[in-house]
T-cell receptor
Framework: EAQVTQNPRYLITVTGKKLTVTCSQN?????MSWYRQDPGLGLRQIYY???????DKGDVPEGYKVSRKEKRNFPLILESPSPNQTSLYFC???????????????FGPGTRLTVL | RKEVEQDPGPFNVPEGATVAFNCTYS??????FFWYRQDCRKEPKLLMS???SGNEDGRFTAQLNRASQYISLLIRDSKLSDSATYLC?????????????FGAGTRLAVHP
């Protein structure tokens, strides 16, 4: 089944404790992206990757890191989480830059992160 | 001003009703437009693209008004299963790169 998976789905942690949220897709997509979703705000892009070893900042990259060593995986790293990073996080992938329905963006199920 | 603005709702409608959502965008150079659907606590999924001439997919009709910079989604004969949040999504060129800007969503609740 074609899908984007994320782990963990739920995480409660404390300020400053490094964590990684994994994202994996099995559709051989080149483009991958991380978003966060907060109440009253649209999804905001954190980082994106257009291919292996090619990553770039989105709109809200502060406090986050990513890597793209393999095409299928795009982990999100919070080196020192803070309470303002409490949010719902989505990973997404598409064949190319998602500007048409041909390059439809598929989202993972989401990771709900709480930083105390 | 937000780059993509939507009425948050909720729109509470009975089954069978016709409901319309509007969305406005700020960047006149935007070229691609979409409606996504997001069920409660789930991931967004592409509902339909929006084309300049307007387009229909079953009970759903999307229209684009470039002059006024707004997009609409019309749902006819609402079903209980249409209850969800509908996200308006617009592309924006920034620094040579095109990215998607998501509205905060309009919530629809269809009741029996």
């Amino acid at each position: 089944e074609a899908q984007v998976t994320q782990n963990p789905r739920y995480l409660i942690t404390v300020t400053g404790k490094k964590l990684t949220v994994t994202c994996s897709q099995n559709m051989n997509h080149e483009y991958m992206s991380w978003y966060r979703q907060d109440p009253g705000l649209g999804l905001r892009q954190i980082y994106y990757s257009m291919n292996v070893e090619v990553t770039d900042k989105g709109d809200v990259p502060e406090g986050y890191k990513v890597s793209r060593k393999e095409k299928r995986n795009f982990p999100l790293i919070l080196e020192s989480p803070s309470p303002n990073q409490t949010s719902l996080y989505f990973c997404a992938s598409s064949l190319g830059t998602p500007l048409s329905s041909y390059n439809e963006q598929f989202f993972g199920p989401g990771t709900r992160l709480t930083v105390l | 001003r937000k780059e993509v603005e939507q009425d948050p709702g909720p729109f509470n409608v009975p089954e069978g009703a016709t409901v319309a959502f509007n969305c406005t965008y700020s960047n006149s150079a935007s070229q691609s437009f979409f409606w996504y659907r997001q069920d409660c606590r789930k991931e967004p999924k592409l509902l339909m693209s929006v084309y300049s001439s307007g387009n229909e997919d079953g009970r759903f009709t999307a229209q684009l008004n470039r002059a006024s910079q707004y997009i609409s989604l019309l749902i006819r004969d609402s079903k209980l299963s249409d209850s969800a949040t509908y996200l308006c999504v617009v592309n924006q060129a920034s620094g040579g790169y095109n990215k998607l800007i998501f509205g905060a969503g309009t919530r629809l609740a269809v009741h029996p």
